[in-house]
């Protein structure tokens, strides 16, 4: 068995070595030019000549969870695309967006500002009745965030394509019920993957039916949201603010508004790590499922994008 490793920005050593490890029995190497045909292919943003020159992959085992970018190339038609799930993004998610939530609803960010000009001062603790979480998205890092804020006593929705079923949460599902979910999210936390539906759907309309006062969490992917409709939102006073991991252009481009906006924070698309162990030990498990003819998860039906 031959899998070729094909991953941009990516320190790829120790990718060979832990699938070595992992697949003793299979050949591991990083992909080059004129390299002959792979059977499997662990890939991140690879360069479409990769692909055009590996028609017979069977797999393509993509090191994120989100699969836009890849299937925006032209990939092998009989290759299957596999993405990560969860190996360990999912409690960082949960980690990120309780804290960005606790941070505004509690808000730390205004307390850190006294302490820092020397002021004491009390603010009338929130009620947390009013601070109504809408996740959009309750896929495999969508639900898990959702039970984190339950946790915390947050009322929270979600909202999917399909109808679901979270504990503690009052689910909405498909375009007839989005206005609905949105006009009840004080906080709105986006974990939609970016499809061709999904694109634009945070824009100057659908931001406009958050409540007055609303705060939006962005950790999916930039292009879902209309930056500056956001802008023109937040300083309208329309929304409180918003804490965002991603974004239309990365790097953030030097001068963007985002850079100093004071009521909006900005983190560098970290919210959700891809550790390198937790995903080959899920590679590796599931090429040893195919081997024994088993079903996988994380199969992308690329005509639905995600
Ligand atoms: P999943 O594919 O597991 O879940 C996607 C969810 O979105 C599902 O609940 C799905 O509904 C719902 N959905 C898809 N399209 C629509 C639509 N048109 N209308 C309503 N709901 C829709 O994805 P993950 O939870 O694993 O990941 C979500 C995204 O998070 C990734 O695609 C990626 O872009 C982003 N991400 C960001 C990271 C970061 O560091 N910032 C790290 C990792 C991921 P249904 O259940 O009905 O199918
Ligand atoms: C992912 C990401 O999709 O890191 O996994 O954004």
Known sequence: MNITICCTDTKTEPWVAGLRAALPGAHVSVWQPGDPQADF????????????????????????????ALLRLRLPPGAQVVRLDDAGMSV?????????????????????????????GYRKPRLRSEFTVGVMGLGVLGERVA???????????????SPKSVPGVRAFEGAGQFEDFLAASRVLVNLLPLTPETENLLNRATLSRLPAGAYLINVARGAHVVEEDLLALVDSGHLAGATLDVFRTEPLPAGHPFWNHPRIVATPHTSARTLRDESIAQIAGKIAALQRGEPLAG????????
């Open 299 to 306: 199969v992308v039906d690329r005509g639905r994008g995600y």
């Open 147 to 161: 039970r984190a804020l339950a946790h915390f006593e947050f009322p929270v929705l979600g909202w999917s394509r």
């Open 41 to 68: 292919a662990v890939v991140w943003a690879p360069p479409q000549p990769f692909l055009d020159e590996q028609p017979g992959l069977k797999v393509l085992f993509n090191i994120g969870a989100g699969v836009d």
């Open 92 to 120: 960082q998610m949960a980690e990120y967006v309780c804290h960005a939530v606790i941070r505004h609803f509690r808000e730390l960010d205004a307390y850190e500002a006294d302490m820092r000009g020397g002021r004491w």
